[in-house]
């Protein structure tokens, strides 16, 4: 009766515990399956305090250490739920996520490979798995995990958001990414972050309203994103050259996080181009403060010092960044061309022939250094690196023009005025090359050709002076159409009050049209600016003759002569005999 007894407790033990873990299993996956945070963990805790030792236990156990942060002691625990049951595969997914923390990509997959073998259902394993595999640069594979994760999961935002990158940052397919963060913001209308992407993927297809749009919205939403501001500041400051704007958003940026030195230099860049040199200067030197090492900054500075003519202070930057970069080259040109602004020629020759050391087949070193040669009047020295700058880059069009200019010194006007036809080859409505090439027609008596050029150049640069000064000159010594050669040194004169040279030739137009109260007026105005030329008092000498002022003429040609005119004394005997 006894032994009947013992046999039918340990019967009724072995229902009770049947039972008992029946309804432990139940728990946990109600504890994997529910949406409440909760929920989720007072399950969790009942099965961690009430069967320890099970692989239900050991998993709940293990999550719970996770939510305090202890990632090494969570994995062990859930290393020993998967000793129990090989095929468990929520335990292989919170390890493989442990991994993920731990930075342990590789071992990572491997879990997350384990439960797709066991589950291949569960998206989240794809997901996860497709974004390490982007992580080690598989990104074929990590598409792949991504695509079945999208199939499995249609309202898995995440999903497409990073598919979407990578086809953006790793495949150029900027059309299939905008597709994929269209399908993320229409999941969720305030995804920040898919707005920052698409973003780029306008900025990538030239549709610069859409990315600005884009950033703008992603800030509306979340306005801590330093990443919206940088890249719409951006676009600011190289695409629309809204450079107020861009400093704004850079300003955001140094708001949110001031230890940044590069947006300090980017602020500053800003700042640079709306002549705001003081701020510029500012904020380099907290960029400096902050990365003392990086001599793009040094640059920089030497840039904007040079622009404020303190050449020998950009000098010094020039030579830090040197210092800090070697065989920086485009530094040497940028210290030559220092050089060179402050005529020290023999220095700026030899930076500039060091940037051709270090470069070889830098045309912009042959350029500069051409440029030098040409301020030394060393002519063929000048003409042989312009050809080489030409030869290493022939759409350099800055080459052709020194080269043109060149040209017109030594009167090769033909050469002069092939080499403007070229750039003009590359850009038809470049208004100050056509400006070069008009004057270049007029040297060479080709009028016609002259005024073409220099009409066209009015119409695209209606505020240059030098295009109605030389239209002037053609209407004068062209077509002797004084009328119109007036009205064009009078708009040269509006551009630029006080020039002595339109003023001159407005006084020679109104004497060809016999008006010689004006041609005095206007000879008078020049010999005010410079009286020590003696052009205008020869012209207001013979102005005078023609108006039978005699000693007023012979007093301006005296004076003339006093200055140092050799035709002087031809007008002096002319118009004032022995007297004088």
């Keep these: 009766m006894k032994k009947f007894l013992t046999v039918l407790l340990v019967l009724f033990a072995a229902v009770l515990t049947a039972h008992s873990q029946e309804s432990i299993e139940q728990m946990f996956n109600k504890s994997w399956e529910t949406k409440d945070s909760i929920e989720r963990k007072s399950l969790r805790e009942y099965i961690a305090e009430n069967d320890s030792a099970s692989k239900y236990g050991l998993f709940s156990r293990a999550w719970l250490l996770g939510e305090k942060y202890k990632i090494l002691a969570s994995k062990k625990l859930y290393s020993a739920a998967i000793s129990l049951d090989s095929t468990f595969w929520q335990a292989y997914y919170n390890r493989g996520i442990n991994y993920m923390d731990m930075e342990k990509e590789e071992s990572a997959i491997q879990d997350f490979s384990s439960v797709i073998k066991f589950n291949p259902l569960f998206s989240d394993a794809y997901f996860n798995r497709g974004v390490l595999y982007s992580y080690n640069g598989n990104y074929k594979k990590a598409l792949t995990d991504l695509e079945k994760a999208i199939e499995l999961t249609p309202e898995n935002k995440e999903a497409y958001y990073n598919h979407g990158k990578i086809l953006m940052k790793n495949f150029k397919d900027y059309s299939g990414a905008l597709s994929d963060f269209n399908a993320a913001i229409n999941i969720d209308s305030v995804y920040a972050n898919a707005f920052i992407e698409r973003g780029t993927a306008y900025n990538y297809m030239d549709n610069i309203k859409a990315s600005l749009s884009d950033f703008a919205r992603a800030i509306e939403i979340d306005a801590s994103l330093e990443s919206a501001y940088f890249s719409r500041g951006l676009l600011y400051l190289y695409c629309t050259k809204q450079y107020e704007k861009a400093a704004a958003d850079y300003s955001a940026c140094i708001q949110l996080d001031p230890e940044k030195s590069y947006y300090y230099r980017l602020r500053a860049l800003a700042y640079y181009n709306l002549d705001d040199y003081t701020s510029a200067i500012t904020d380099i030197n907290t960029a ?6 990086t001599p793009e900054y040094y640059v920089f500075k030497g840039d904007v010092l040079a622009i404020l003519k303190n050449d020998t202070t950009a000098f010094i930057e020039y030579n830090t960044a040197l210092k800090l970069n070697p065989s920086d080259s485009s530094v040497f040109i940028k210290m030559g061309y220092a050089r060179y602004i402050m005529k020290q020629y023999s220095n ?21 250094r051409g440029n030098v040669y040409l301020a030394i009047k060393d002519y063929k020295n000048a003409l042989q690196d312009f050809n080489k700058a030409i030869s290493l880059s022939p759409e350099y069009s800055y080459a ?16 002069a ?9 590359f850009d038809p409505d470049d208004g100050l090359t056509l400006i070069d090439r ?3 027609y007029l040297q060479a008596d080709d009028y016609e050709k002259a005024r073409t050029d220099l009409n066209k150049a009015v119409e695209l640069l209606p505020e240059n002076k030098d295009a109605y000064y030389f239209r002037g000159l053609v209407y004068s010594f062209g077509f002797k159409d004084h009328k119109n050669a007036l009205s064009d040194y009078k708009k040269a004169l509006e551009l630029q009050p006080g020039d002595e040279y339109a003023l001159f030739q407005c006084a020679y137009s109104y004497s060809k049209l016999d008006s010689l ?17 003696t052009g205008a008092y020869i012209n207001r000498g013979l102005v005078y003759a023609h108006h039978g002022e005699v000693n007023k003429a012979c007093s301006d040609f005296t004076k003339a002569k006093a200055l140092g005119d050799r035709d002087a004394d031809d007008y002096i005997e002319e118009y004032c005999g022995n007297n004088y």
């Design 288 to 293: 400096i403060d902050m990365n003392p090492k």
């Design 348 to 368: 700026a020759l030899k930076d500039y022939s060091a940037a051709i050391k270090f470069n070889p087949k830098y045309s912009e070193a042959y350029c500069g």
């Design 400 to 415: 052709y023009l020194r080269r043109a200019r060149l040209y017109v010194i030594q009167k090769d006007y033909e050469k």
């Design 417 to 425: 005025l092939t080499d403007y036809t070229k750039i003009l080859e």
């Design 438 to 440: 008009g004057y270049t």
């Design 517 to 533: 109260d004006k041609a005095v007026e206007y000879y008078t105005r020049v010999i005010e600016i410079n009286p020590a030329g």
